[in-house]
């Protein structure tokens, strides 16, 4: 694990957004997991700025996103369709074809998450996957129980889940109780995760993903064993790692992005 902790939300989105600009200009036909929620909104406005000072292309790229609620067409302002165009796709180069979002108003849901499955398979491995995290701990939206899935699936929301998110909807009662989410095994299988995290309400769930228990209880805790995994966090979020730095919980306690790719 490479783990860097950034004094101020901007550093880390600036320092994202390069490790992304990195790899675009090593591999520019590079496969991306992408994720949704507040995290990433600014790595992805540092991304767009990289764009246009023609730092970086988009151009051959692709991307999977990581989930969709069901039900939410692509219009409404919640969906994560909706809030990767507004955020990043309209801003950038890349060709929307090769942008994937699993359908949330399929009328065949097992028939869309095997469709997904297949067009990651057909893409191969994923080169880097940006993954935010829940303050349950869970991934995409692989939540927390007795079982984790692999593949593509129907996920049914957590309660602290829809309550987490209802701050995007007009109220929480319009917070969709299903999505589709990528399972763990095609986070996993990505060459490289990059795990960002902000804010002292994570710190927690930080501690315990990273150097907790490895258990479904906490989908973000399976990231431990992942070969090639990048954490980035505020100050906030790291509230709780920090002294367990000191204590040399980890392989690499502080380290840097070079020579990733
Ligand atoms: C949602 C998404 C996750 C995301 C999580 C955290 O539930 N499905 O992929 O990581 O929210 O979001 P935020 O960054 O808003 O805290």
Not at 27 to 35: C, N, S
Not at 95 to 115: F, M, N, S, V
Not at 159 to 183: D, H, K, L, W, Y
Request: aromatic share 6%; net charge neutral; with cysteine.
């Amino acid at each position: 694990m490479k783990l860097n902790i950034f004094a101020n939300p901007n550093l880390l989105h600036e320092a994202a957004a390069q490790t992304i600009v990195r790899l675009l200009r090593q591999k520019p036909d590079a496969v991306l997991g992408l994720a949704t929620g507040g995290t990433p909104v600014g790595i992805y406005e540092a991304l767009t700025a990289a764009v246009r000072r023609r730092e970086v292309s988009f151009a051959r790229a692709a991307s999977f996103n990581l989930d969709e609620y069901v039900g939410l067409p692509p219009d409404h302002p919640a969906s994560y369709r909706y809030y990767m165009d507004q955020h990043l796709f309209r801003h950038i180069d890349i060709p929307p074809e090769r942008t994937h979002i699993p359908d949330g108003c399929a009328a065949d849901l097992e028939r869309e998450c095997e469709r997904y499955d297949r067009l990651l398979q057909a893409a191969g491995r994923i080169d880097l996957m940006l993954l935010g995290l829940g303050h349950n701990g869970h991934i995409g939206f692989n939540e927390p129980g007795r079982a984790l899935h692999s593949k593509t699936h129907v996920a049914i929301l957590h309660p602290q889940t829809r309550e987490a998110n209802a701050r995007f909807f007009r109220t929480p009662e319009e917070v969709p109780t299903r999505a589709i989410t990528m399972g763990l095994g095609s986070i996993f299988s990505a060459r490289t995760i990059l795990l960002v995290v902000k804010g002292n309400d994570k710190a927690d769930i930080v501690h315990r993903a990273l150097t907790g228990p490895i258990t479904t209880e906490c989908p973000a805790s399976l990231l431990q064993l992942h070969p090639r995994l990048v954490v980035m966090l505020d100050e906030g979020a790291a509230a709780r790692i920090k002294c367990q730095t000191t204590q040399n919980a980890f392989h690499e306690p502080v380290d840097s992005t070079n020579g990733l790719w």
